[in-house]
């Protein structure tokens, strides 16, 4: 499973990519392979504000339905509209067009290295 | 092989039978009819001969895969097997033939069978009061929370807002908590699968109405702190209400009311054995006690004297379903609890037994993350590196019904076996050494199951996406 070095990540298996005050915020590789094939995403609307650890959207795949935690607070400047239309690009590219939220970040907290993360991902299995 | 529709057959003119001819003029619709309820296209409706739709639906039927002509170990769903004996009772004529609005001087058969089984139904749960009408589980649960509520705001307490539920909890249960009014909170589990009470005691204040619990838990896990919960939201003001989806496992060992229990539903399709299946139609009839019995919904049985009649409770929330429920159910129930009497304990030891033995066998080669006593299911894991689907898939080649599989949510790769009550040894142990088969199975050659089926693997996301319920 891919854990690119340049991103942060949560213990609910969302990533971070950070360009100054903005984060861009999607779920993981592994996060999608254990939801399988996803059919279906509830976003937020631009301009709603969400706490650190919030539930921002819902993800529907095959299997479940599985809330979306904000890992950082902040307004949404940007949200991945392409994804109703076409939300296998989940599974297709998690870390690229499968992205999810831009949030214009107001509140932080410690975020997972892809070196810790991927101990997560370690005992959990 | 896929069939083709019916529709598909056949060929234009064609007819299976012949009308005689018309011996009164023909009428113009459009004269007798106004505008807008002519059709505006003719019906495309099969045009085909007799044995060919004898064919037809003769051949599908003999594609369905059920408990009828296979093991069913479906897990969260409960006995399967339908007693003949009920269908006897159910088809007698007095019965059959009745109409909901024939006089209470005519139908007191009727009536006496609604009363026995909520006689039954109270003497098996414990509780004072029952309520017949709810027609399937989900409405038996929304009917209590809707008593709950009822509870409160007759009482004048407007602070109650929340309603508690396990992670482990059927998803109706949050839903029921919505439908109601209620905000729905989520508790944790302990390392048993159990509600965590820890959590539960932090949780509990002058908000909550009242905790969902399902026990026997959807992992098949009794909840050994139940009491101990009772006594958490009692002493908050609040109502503890068990999902009795699961009660075929409690049937003659425990009954809820003296759990502390005060208020649950049955799912009589569930657990005395009405045919389920297919969506219905199905009887989750409620207990409840005494604080909760003026809120029961319109209309209830009661005997005065020699009599039998329907009336409304006094407080009642009103009514939940047309006339007085899914008579043909719990008329069934009613057969069925009558036919056993006390025995019923030996059905629901039975069911524990079995899937204690599936448990015990499986171990070692499945994961098993609750690894003590389970009740009527148990919930187990392939091996590392391998999927539930494709293990479900490699099963179907078998010629068995897979186990409902990524339920409940709280374990991954969950496949959740259900043996129940019916199934013999020899039955069981087929069905094991199929399962110890499929886990040596090589990933490759599991992905490619079924291959018996009339179709392989169908494209589950593309039918959830591209949604197509009408041509």
Redesign the interface.
């Given at each position: 499973m891919a854990i690119p070095e340049e991103l942060q990540y949560t213990k609910t298996h969302e990533w971070v990519r950070r360009e100054d005050d903005v984060a861009t915020v999607g779920i993981t590789e592994h996060a999608q392979d254990e939801l399988g094939d996803v059919v279906f995403i509830e976003l937020p609307e631009k301009g709603a504000s969400f706490g650190v650890g919030d539930a921002f959207g819902t993800v529907e795949s095959v299997k479940a339905v599985s809330d979306l935690y904000a890992p950082v607070g902040g307004e949404i400047v940007e949200v991945n509209e392409a994804l109703n239309d076409a939300p296998e690009k989940i599974n297709e590219e998690p870390y690229g067009d499968g992205w999810i939220i831009r949030l214009r970040v107001s509140e932080e907290t410690d975020l997972l290295s892809a070196g810790e993360y991927e101990k997560v991902l370690e005992e959990e299995e | 092989m896929l069939d083709n529709l019916i529709r598909d057959k056949g060929r234009e003119g064609r007819r299976g039978f012949t009308l005689p001819r018309f011996d009164v003029e023909q009428a113009n619709l459009e004269k007798i009819l106004p505008k807008e309820s002519l059709r505006k296209e003719k019906p495309k409706l099969a045009e085909v001969d007799e044995p060919t739709v004898i064919r037809h639906y003769t051949n599908l039927s003999r594609k369905n895969w059920g408990i009828d002509t296979n093991f069913y170990p479906l897990g969260s769903c409960t006995m399967k097997h339908n007693p003949r004996a009920n269908e006897a009772a159910a088809a007698v004529p007095g019965f059959a033939g009745i109409h909901p609005l024939q006089p209470e001087s005519q139908v007191q058969g009727a009536l006496q069978v609604a009363y026995e089984a909520q006689d039954l139904l109270s003497e098996i749960s414990g509780f004072p009061a029952v309520s017949l009408q709810p027609m399937a589980g989900a409405q038996g649960e929304l009917t209590s929370i809707l008593m709950v509520k009822k509870f409160f705001e007759d009482a004048g307490d407007e602070e109650r807002t929340t309603v508690l539920v396990p992670s482990t909890a059927h998803g109706t249960n949050p839903a029921t908590a919505t439908m109601a009014g209620f905000g729905s909170k989520e508790i944790g589990l302990d390392e048993d699968g159990c509600v965590d009470v820890e959590e539960l005691r932090a949780m509990v204040d002058e908000t909550t109405a009242a905790l969902m619990i399902t026990n026997p838990n959807t992992c098949g896990v009794y909840e050994k702190n139940i009491e101990e919960i009772a006594g958490i939201l009692h002493e908050a003001g609040a109502f503890l209400y068990m999902d009795g989806a699961n009660m075929n496992a409690n049937v003659g060992r425990m009954r809820p009311a003296e759990a502390g229990v005060d208020v649950m539903h049955y799912n009589l399709h569930k657990t005395f054995s009405t045919p389920h299946g297919g969506g219905g139609p199905g009887c989750g009839a409620i207990a409840c006690s005494d604080a909760l019995a003026p809120f029961r919904p319109d209309p209830v049985a009661e005997r005065d004297g020699e009599h039998y009649r329907l009336v409304r409770p006094e407080k009642s929330i009103g009514r939940v379903s047309s006339f007085h429920g899914n008579f043909g159910v719990f008329l069934r129930a009613w057969n069925y609890i009558k036919m056993h009497g006390l025995e019923l304990k030996e059905n629901t030891d039975m069911a524990v037994l079995n899937a204690n033995y599936v448990r015990a066998r499986l171990r070692g080669t499945y994961r098993i993350p609750y690894d003590g006593l389970c009740k009527h299911e148990v919930v187990v894991q392939p091996p590392?590196g391998k999927k539930a689907?494709d293990v479900a898939k490699g099963l179907i080649d078998h010629g068995y019904h897979p186990p409902t599989i990524?339920f409940p949510?709280v374990v991954?790769e969950a496949m959740l076996i259900e043996p129940t009550e019916t199934e013999s040894k020899e039955t069981l142990d087929d069905f094991i050494g199929t399962m110890l088969e499929l886990a040596e199975s090589s990933s490759e050659d599991l992905q490619e199951a079924p291959t018996s089926a009339p179709t392989r693997r169908l494209d589950?996301?593309r039918a959830?996406?591209q949604l197509k319920a009408r041509w």
């Open positions: - | 590392k689907l990524y949510l991954k589950e996301a959830a996406r």
